[in-house]
C-alpha cells in the first residue's frame, strides 16, 4: 500500500528498484560473454518462433495460406526483437504506448479465434517465448524477489498477509507468494515477464479476489507507479468516536476507505476490485483493541512519551510504522496508521 520506490524496501531510491528490475532482466534474457543471446533468452526464442512463423506449414495450418496473417507475426516478432529490453523494463506508464504500437500490429484474430480460443500463435508466444511458468519456478525469479523484499514483506495490494522467502528443503528458497500479472498475461502474453507488470501478492488478492478482472494505469493503482497511501485513507466513523469517548468498550463496528481531499483518482477502482473495503471489515477487533490501548495508556503521553510510544506503536514501531515507507513490511501497517494518527487527531 505503499509506492515500492517509497518503501523500506528498496531504502526510498528509485535507483535501487531499477537495479533490481535490469536484474531481472539479466535473468529473463541473459546474454553471454561474446554479446550472443542465450540459448534460454527471449531473444533466442524470437528467433526460433519466426522460424516456425516462416515454415509453409505454420503458413498453411495456422495462417489459411494467409501471407497477410503471416506479416503480421513476423512484424510481431521483429518488433518485439528490437524492444526487448524496453518491454521488460517498461515502467508502468509505458505499458499503454506498448500495447498501442503492438495493437497496430496484429490484430485481436491473430490472438483469439472467432469462438474464443487462444490460438497457436498466442501459444506460442505465452509458453515458448515469454514463458512465465518456467521463470516463475526458475532460481532467477528467486533470486531477483528476494532482492526486493529481503525474506519477509506484506502484500503490496493488501498490506493484510505475509510474503516469505522460506529456505525449502534445506538447499533451495521457495516464494511463498504471488505474482499477478497487473496487466493480464491472458490478454498481453508480451508483458508477462516485464518486471513493474509483476505485481507481488498474496493468494487472495491475486487468485480468489482479482482473478481476471482487468487492470489499468488509469483505473488502478499499480504499486510500482502510485501510493495507495497517499491517494486513500481508513476512517472511523465520527458517530462511533463518541462512543470511544465517552468510554463504550468496542466502540467501533465498521471503517470506511475514502479518497483523500487532493486524490486525483476519482475513477479508480482498486478498492472495488480487489475488495478491500469488504475485507477490512474484519479487522474490527484491531481497531477496537488499538483503540482500547489509545484510551488505556492516553495518560503517559504527557509524562511518560518514550513509554507511552512504545506501548501504543511497539517496541521500534513494529507495530504501528511511524514512517510511510515501513507500511510495506508491518501487517495492517497502514490502517494502524492511519487509526491512530485519526484518534491523536493528526489528520
Known amino acids: 500500500m505503499i509506492k515500492v ?77 528490437i524492444n526487448i529490453n524496453r518491454i521488460i ?52 525469479c528467486i533470486d531477483t524477489y528476494k532482492k526486493l523484499i529481503g525474506t519477509q514483506a506484506q502484500c503490496f495490494y493488501c498490506n493484510n498477509h505475509k510474503m516469505d522467502v522460506v529456505k525449502y528443503e534445506s538447499t533451495k528458497d521457495k516464494l511463498f507468494f504471488d505474482l499477478d500479472h497487473f496487466y493480464l498475461k491472458s490478454k498481453y502474453p508480451y508483458l508477462s515477464l516485464s518486471f513493474f507488470n509483476l505485481i507481488p501478492c498474496c493468494g487472495l488478492c491475486n487468485s480468489t479476489v482479482r482473478g481476471s478482472i482487468e487492470f489499468t494505469n488509469d483505473n488502478h493503482i499499480n504499486p510500482y507507479e502510485n501510493c495507495f497511501d497517499s491517494e486513500y485513507r481508513f476512517r472511523l466513523p465520527l458517530e462511533q468516536l463518541v462512543k470511544l469517548n465517552i468510554g463504550c468498550d468496542n466502540p467501533f463496528s465498521s471503517v470506511d476507505i ?39 495508556y492516553s495518560y503517559l503521553k504527557d509524562e511518560f512519551l518514550d513509554v507511552y510510544v512504545d506501548m501504543i506503536y511497539g517496541l521500534n514501531y513494529c507495530d504501528i510504522p511511524q514512517c510511510p515507507e515501513y507500511i510495506s513490511v508491518v501487517q495492517l501497517g497502514k490502517l494502524k496508521r492511519d487509526i491512530i494518527t485519526q484518534l491523536l487527531g493528526e489528520d
Open 5 to 81: 520506490g517509497n518503501s523500506c524496501l528498496v531504502q526510498k531510491s528509485k535507483g535501487n528498484l531499477q537495479t533490481i528490475a535490469d536484474f531481472h532482466l539479466s535473468k529473463v534474457n541473459p546474454i553471454r560473454k561474446d554479446t550472443k543471446p542465450s540459448l534460454n533468452s527471449i531473444t533466442h526464442k524470437l528467433l526460433l518462433a519466426k522460424k516456425t512463423f516462416l515454415d509453409k506449414g505454420y503458413l498453411l495450418n495456422f495462417c489459411n495460406n494467409d501471407k497477410k496473417h503471416q506479416s503480421r507475426l513476423l512484424k510481431f516478432v521483429d518488433y518485439c526483437s
Open 89 to 140: 523494463l517498461a515502467e508502468p506508464n509505458v505499458f499503454k504506448n506498448i500495447i498501442s504500437e503492438i495493437n497496430k500490429i496484429v490484430i485481436p484474430s491473430d490472438w483469439n479465434d472467432i469462438h474464443g480460443n487462444k490460438t497457436e500463435f498466442h501459444r506460442i508466444i505465452s509458453e515458448n517465448v515469454f514463458n512465465y511458468s518456467g521463470y516463475r519456478n526458475s532460481k532467477g
Open 258 to 296: 475514502e479518497l483523500r481531499e487532493n486524490s486525483k483518482r476519482v475513477n479508480d477502482f482498486s478498492v472495488r476490485d480487489l475488495k478491500l473495503a469488504e475485507r477490512y471489515q474484519n479487522e474490527i477487533t484491531t481497531i477496537n483493541n488499538l483503540a482500547m490501548k489509545y484510551i488505556k
